[in-house]
């Protein structure tokens, strides 16, 4: 859910802040790369507050929302310079041909953009799946805790057996480093092309 929301929420506003000249939009970017100096952690009283105030609380939205606001800094970082790297001629050759805005950004800059989105999606999973204190404190039930605090849960409960626990730790890692090392080569070239650009 929050790769997802992530991905689709980080593309759009990269793309405005890309393609489109507004008012305040240097102010805009400037407020999501501030965003990079601000850890989770910090807020994590004050929004534990405000998801219980919200009635959020032991949903999976109270884990998503805080994750997604905390990946669109660097999901618009990566994003933006990929983006602005298309050239306006493409657009302009797309509303002559009837593509609108939205068009142009769904059928045109998204394919264009996919090693960039990839990128983005890998880092925004690998961070949600190692998300620990956000979970540990919307979780009460047991049986929506998210795998880490399940594996913390598997090392308290046998804490004198070694082997079962190092054999949990290592089968709660497995999806994560298979889907890295599937999409390691992309993860790559878009970081490259965001640096380039």
Do not use: H
């Not at 890309?18 to 009283?45: D, K, M, Q």
């Not at 190092?166 to 640096?195: C, N, V």
């Amino acid at each position: 859910m929050t790769t997802i929301l992530v991905v689709l929420c980080g593309a759009s506003a990269a793309f405005a802040l890309s393609r489109y000249s507004f008012r305040g939009r240097e102010v805009v970017y400037i407020f999501f790369t501030l965003g990079l100096l601000f850890p989770a952690a910090v807020a994590i009283l004050p929004l534990y507050l405000q998801l219980r105030n919200v009635g959020w609380l032991d949903t999976p939205w109270a884990v998503a929302i805080p994750q997604v606001a905390f990946g669109l800094p660097v999901t618009i970082v990566i994003l933006r310079p990929f983006m602005r790297a298309v050239p306006a001629e493409l657009q302009e050759a797309a509303i002559i041909d009837g593509c609108g805005r939205f068009g142009f950004f769904w059928r045109i800059m998204l394919p264009l953009s996919r090693p960039a989105l990839i990128t983005v999606g890998v880092l925004a999973f690998i961070g949600s799946w190692n998300s620990y204190l956000l979970p540990l404190l919307v979780f009460s039930d047991a049986d929506k805790y998210t795998l880490p605090l399940g594996t913390a849960m598997f090392q308290s409960q046998y804490s004198s057996d070694t082997a079962k626990i190092l054999a949990f730790t290592a089968l709660s890692m497995l999806p994560a480093l298979l889907f890295f090392s599937l999409l390691e080569r992309r993860i790559i070239g878009g970081l490259s092309g965001s640096i380039k650009g």
